[in-house]
Every structure is written in structure tokens, then in C-alpha cells.
């Protein structure tokens, strides 16, 4: 069974240009949810899309919108980039049921310079 | 609010000695608690959860954790550490329960382990 795709690995971008990842969650799982992990701020809860809706959203700026496809596939972007948004951006995904873990995928880096 | 506290940010031990990662939740709802694993540059695999079953659970590796109600606790041991099991450990709670996607996640603790 093949897990959390995440695409690209990494990532380098300029300040000011915009950035969309993609993250292809297990066959089956409907709820995708995006964190982001830096050194100074830990893991932290972007939003999460339950069959094509927005089901939550952390407390992050406009400039980070997500979007969940009718294949549960997820994207997010990021919009004028800035230094602070490097970090490593983690994709889960979840079945139905509370017993169900949330499995992560490899996490995209990205740097912005 | 639900809130992870992990005591300790860095752990050291010898190898083939016990393990014990701290971790204090705050939950306004019964609790689902996990324990994730990080080795460098790859992404978090989970250990073990609780979802309100057996208050002692056991996950992969040789990992086990005790809910603890009354002292609202959910430490990670495991009892003879390993050279492999050095990495980054993070406890998270479930916010709101059982049906969310989001998890609220601890600072994280770096296990150390020395030959």
C-alpha cells in the first residue's frame, strides 16, 4: 500500500514569487492536513480538507490557501514568498474512523532566498 | 484549548538503557493522544495512539506509552534503547477529538543515544 506522496522534496524560490506543493495522500484516505515545521516555531497546523472542503484552518496569513482535488489529492501555495516561509511543509493524510492514525509523508523543503 | 508539554528537549542514554519521554497534554475532550518519530530530513511515522482504549499502548520498535488521566501524562518508553532509535520524538494530541485533522504537537525531544 503506497503512502503520503509528497512533490517536489525540495525547493528553492526567490522572496516575493509563489509556490504550490502537492501531496497525493493513502488510496482511500479523505482527509488530507498540512503542517509546517521550522526550528523556531515547531510543527504547526496549516488546514485540513476533508472531500474537497476545507474542514479547518490554522493561524497562518491569506498568503497560504490550499485546495483538495475529487481524487482527495491536496495542494497548497504560498503566495509572496517571504524569508520566513522556509521550512518543511508536511502533508497527512487519515482514514475514516477514530481509530485511524495520521500518516505523514516525507514533507516538502522549501528555501526561499 | 488542547496543549502538548514535552519535558526536556534533549534526552541522552546509553545504549541498552531504559528510555523515557515526557509528555503532558491539557484537553478540554476526552483526549486522542500519538507519539511520532523524526529521523533527519524525512517526515514523522507514528508510534503508537491512544483513542481511549487500553491506557497502556503499544507501537512499533518496542515502544509503549501509559495514559495517565489523573496526571493528565502520556510518557514514551521503551525498555532498552537502541543506537537506531536516536532521533527527534513528538507527542500531539487530536484537537477536538477523534474527528479532526488537526493535531496539536509537542516542541519535540531529541533522544541521544550513546554506545
Known amino acids: 500500500k503506497a503512502g503520503v506522496t509528497q512533490t517536489p522534496r525540495y525547493l528553492i524560490k526567490t522572496r516575493g514569487q509563489q509556490v504550490t506543493l502537492s501531496c497525493s495522500p493513502i488510496s482511500g484516505h479523505r482527509s488530507v492536513s498540512w503542517y509546517q515545521q521550522t526550528p523556531g516555531q515547531g510543527l504547526q497546523f496549516l488546514f485540513e480538507y476533508f472531500s474537497e472542503t476545507q474542514r479547518n484552518k490554522g493561524n497562518f496569513p491569506g498568503r497560504f490557501s490550499g485546495r483538495q482535488f475529487s481524487n482527495s489529492r491536496s495542494e497548497m501555495n504560498v503566495s509572496t514568498l517571504e524569508l520566513g516561509d522556509s521550512a518543511l511543509y508536511l502533508c497527512?493524510?487519515?482514514?475514516?474512523?477514530?481509530?485511524?492514525?495520521?500518516?505523514f509523508g516525507s514533507g516538502t523543503r522549501l528555501t526561499v532566498v | 484549548a488542547q496543549s502538548v508539554t514535552q519535558l526536556g528537549s534533549h534526552v541522552s542514554v546509553s545504549e541498552g538503557a531504559l528510555v523515557l519521554l515526557r509528555c503532558n497534554y491539557s484537553s478540554s475532550v476526552p483526549p486522542y493522544l500519538f507519539w511520532y518519530v523524526q529521523y533527519p530530513n524525512q517526515g514523522l511515522q507514528l508510534l503508537l495512539k491512544y483513542t481511549s482504549a487500553a491506557t497502556l499502548v503499544k507501537g512499533i520498535n518496542g515502544f509503549e506509552a501509559e495514559f495517565k488521566k489523573s496526571e493528565t501524562s502520556f510518557h514514551l518508553t521503551k525498555p532498552s534503547a537502541h543506537m537506531s532509535d536516536a532521533a527527534e520524538y513528538f507527542c500531539a494530541v487530536s484537537d477536538g477529538g477523534g474527528n479532526t485533522g488537526k493535531l496539536i504537537f509537542g516542541q519535540g525531544t531529541t533522544l541521544q543515544v550513546k554506545p
Open positions: 497527512a493524510s487519515r482514514g475514516q474512523g477514530y481509530n485511524y492514525g495520521y500518516t
